[in-house]
C-alpha cells in the first residue's frame, strides 16, 4: 500500500493506523502524517481529502515547526 500524501502539509511520509475491512477486502484506510500529525480516512469527500480542493487556511507549511509548538509535536508518536 502507497503512503498517502498528506492533505494538510502535503508530506508524504504517513503511515496507515487502520483499515476498515469488508469480506476480507480493505475498503478504507485511516493514515496518519508522520510531519504534522494530521489523521484522515482515505474515503472522506476530496473536500476535506484532497491538497488542491481543500480550503487554504487549513493547510500547514512545517517547515518552520518551531511556530507550532502545541500541534506538532512528533516525539510523541515515536515507538
Ligand atoms: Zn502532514
Redesign the pocket.
Known amino acids: 500500500m502507497t503512503p498517502a500524501q ?1 492533505p ?2 502535503g ?1 508524504d511520509g504517513s503511515t496507515a493506523d487502520f483499515r476498515g475491512v469488508d469480506d476480507g477486502e480493505t475498503v478504507w484506510t485511516i493514515w496518519r ?1 508522520n ?2 500529525c ?1 489523521s484522515w480516512r482515505d474515503s472522506e469527500p476530496a473536500s476535506a481529502i484532497d491538497r488542491k480542493l481543500r480550503a487554504g487556511e487549513f493547510a ?1 507549511d ?1 517547515s518552520d515547526p518551531g511556530r507550532f509548538p502545541v500541534v506538532l509535536q512528533p516525539s510523541n508518536f515515536q515507538k
Open positions: 498528506c494538510r502539509c508530506s502524517c510531519d504534522c494530521f500547514l512545517i
